[in-house]
């Protein structure tokens, strides 16, 4: 395949190398609306766009690659407000998009687990839940997007809560999902179950950004030859 780089920091630094190591090729770097302009030309080579870029400018993006028929993997989170309307503009545009808050197969069975845990102490009762999530300092959104999935499985499938809030709270139908920023932490997600009695702990720890590429470059070849709207469900047919 032929990719462009939407966003070239870390993760795009990790793509490259992995998509290098797999005989894909690199066509464009783009980090910036300048770069969008300077190589438009490399980008339209392009077969597809992978971007881990910042919540402010992944929209622009987006539709960039819609107006280029240019299939989109994006890996960036914070901008979901937007979904509903890509989504729109995606089938009026018969173009394609990947999205993902977590492109880790682990986290994707992570999930799984979860929302079995969750109904199976929806039986239960006598215990209270809560989220935890640590990223590095450079993370802009909070909670993560991996983490607000996670609470809405939670929150959709325990009967006592409705909603779930990023901060510590003593509101027995509310879900805390509590955020923390430190050092260069790759990303540790947990669920915590607690009674009086004992605790249950479903924790998933990404040890480095790999297994995020790898599942990037997996999209990026499912999408091939598709249009529409895909997630991590598609590509795994969970």
């Known amino acids: 395949m032929k990719i462009a780089l939407s966003g070239y ?3 795009g630094r990790e793509v490259e190398k992995a998509a290098t190591a797999r005989n894909h090729a690199i066509v464009a ?8 302009e300077v190589y438009q030309q490399d980008v339209q080579k392009a077969d597809v766009v992978i971007d881990f870029s910042q919540p402010d400018v992944v929209v622009d993006v987006i539709k960039r690659c819609f107006e280029l028929q240019i299939p989109v993997v994006t890996g960036t989170t914070g901008w979901y407000g937007s979904l509903d309307e890509l989504t729109i503009l995606c089938r009026q545009k018969n173009a394609t998009l990947f999205y993902a808050p977590n492109f880790s197969m682990g986290v994707h069975v992570f999930f799984n ?11 239960v009762g006598g215990y209270k839940v809560k989220v935890r999530e640590t990223h590095h300092i450079h993370k802009l959104d909070q909670p993560s997007g991996t983490a607000i999935r996670i609470a809405d499985d939670i929150v959709r499938n325990i009967d006592s809560l409705d909603s779930w809030v990023n901060e510590k709270t003593k509101d027995p139908d509310k879900l805390p999902v509590l955020s923390k920023r430190k050092g260069e932490v790759t990303g540790t997600h947990k669920v915590i179950y607690s009674s009086g009695a004992d605790k249950i702990e479903l924790t ?3 040890e480095n950004r790999s297994g995020f590429a790898l599942g990037a470059l997996a999209a990026a070849v499912f999408v091939q030859n598709k249009q529409g709207v895909f997630t991590m469900s598609d590509l795994l047919n969970y």
Request: charged residues 25%; aromatic residues 4%.
């Open 9 to 11: 920091g870390k993760m």
């Open 29 to 36: 770097r783009l980090d910036n609306a300048h770069d969008w």
């Open 113 to 123: 687990m979860n929302q079995i845990l969750a109904r199976l102490m929806n039986q």
């Open 204 to 206: 998933h720890k990404a």
